[in-house]
């Protein structure tokens, strides 16, 4: 079967580092995303990643190892506005559609 | 302003009185889905279309017809609602290819009393 795993809530304070994992097992692989996703609105596109390695944007970064089926997503410099459910979905097979995991919940306080 | 927009954003409503929820997009993206989100399962794949009159069922496909007659338009059927289709709906779009992110409306919730 197809599986994607993430931490359900995580915790953080403002300024600091936080690491957010994602483990998958599909049936092949065609790149991996991150969404954020705030209480009531609609996710909205952060990352993705097909090769190994890391991508980094402004405070995120995103890190594929495929042979591990494993990606984190690191934010940085946290902010209170960083306070979302954050997604991750993988493409299996080429041309299929996405498999979403359940998403990890951030709290970040002051 | 590039969007999806979805309509109605809320509504309630009983059993078995046959529902639409509107889904458009102005991006001349050529590949849309619908998905449901409930509490402790994410998101999944209800319908897609990977173009005009092709459409293909998702994950969990039961109680939901599509139709994909414009490019630009991709409505969400529920001929019978029944109680468990009470969710927040999104529908999606995207530029056809593996890399392409998708782009989400604003979503719909929907009550089946």
């Known amino acids: 079967g197809q599986n994607i795993d993430q931490p359900t809530e995580m915790t953080a304070t403002e300024g600091a580092i936080v690491q957010i994992n994602c483990t998958y097992q599909?049936?092949?692989?065609?790149?991996l995303f991150w969404y954020q996703q705030h209480a009531g609105e609609a996710p909205t596109f952060l990352s993705y990643n097909v090769l190994d390695g890391l991508e980094e944007k402004g405070r995120f970064s995103s890190f594929l190892s495929r042979s591990k089926g494993y990606s984190y997503l690191l934010l940085k410099e946290l902010q209170m506005k960083d306070s979302a459910s954050y997604l991750c979905a993988v493409r299996g097979q080429a041309g299929t559609a996405l498999i979403f995991g359940k998403g990890t919940t951030l709290s970040v306080s002051s | 302003e590039a969007q999806v927009t979805q309509n109605p954003r809320y509504l309630i409503t009983v059993t078995g009185k046959k529902l639409t929820v509107t889904c458009s997009q102005n991006m001349n993206h050529e590949y849309m889905s619908w998905y449901r989100q409930d509490p402790g399962l994410g998101l999944r794949q209800i319908y897609y279309s990977m173009n005009v009159e092709v459409t293909d069922k998702g994950d969990v496909p039961e109680g939901y017809k599509v139709s994909r007659k414009e490019k630009r338009n991709f409505p969400l059927i529920l001929e019978s609602p029944s109680p468990n289709q009470t969710s927040l709906y999104f529908c999606?779009?995207?530029?056809?290819?593996?890399?392409?992110?998708?782009?989400f409306g604003d979503g719909t919730r929907l009550s089946i009393l």
């Open positions: 999606a779009s995207s530029f056809r290819g593996d890399h392409q992110p998708q782009h």
């Open positions: 599909t049936s092949g692989f065609n790149g």
